[in-house]
């Protein structure tokens, strides 16, 4: 396939303080950006990998840890990172007896990725999960990715799943205002690919939005 015209789907990494009450957001998070990206299928696999990934830092390095969570398309699978920064506290898989809760949350994620391991740097660690995307190739199917973003994009928002995150959770809010950003750069993308002035749109979005903000509250 000639490729020449594709645009890989940009790696998105964020950062966060491992909490217990994050972790909804962290999956909820994901499961846009696997829309966005046309790997919907893969969001059940990748949010259950991602909560026990999160938990084990939180179990075992404590709450509050400053974390990351990195997403990218390796090759032809969707790759999951959590970087934390205890290089000492290494998640192993148990053989762990049946009543038994140590193991089980590695268990799971042997479970349902592809592969699993830990790389440690001089200053953190990172514990991955890859799942198989789907892909044919590194940079994908799509002639131009952030059309296909955008399209996806307006799916979901058609079917009303784009609602603000519950709570007031400054990793939620933090998140959600870089992914309008790029939701608004993709949707003028998508204009213009269509025959539309993106530039027009954008003016005509703008002076919606100040009416909007001008008329009283019912």
Known sequence: ??????????????????EPAEIAALRRLLGIRLGLWGL???????QLCLSELVS??????????????AVSVSGTCLRIEVHDPDTRTLPRLLDS????????????VAAMSDCWGVQLRPDRKITWVELASGLPETKGHSKDVRVSRATSCLQLYNAGLLTPLPGSSRLSATAAEELAIDVIADL???????????????????MQF???TLRPAR
């Open 1 to 18: 396939m000639d490729c020449s015209g594709c645009t890989p789907r940009r790696p998105w990494d964020l950062s966060f303080s491992a």
């Open 40 to 46: 919907a299928e893969l969001t059940e696999p990748a």
């Open 56 to 69: 084990n830092v939180i179990t075992h390095v404590g709450p509050g840890t400053p974390t990351t969570l």
């Open 97 to 108: 007896a049946r009543d038994a809760e140590a193991g089980r949350g590695m268990a799971l």
């Open 188 to 206: 003028l993308h998508w204009l213009r690919a269509h025959g539309h002035d993106a530039d027009e749109a954008l003016d005509r979005a703008q």
């Open 210 to 212: 100040e009416a909007d």
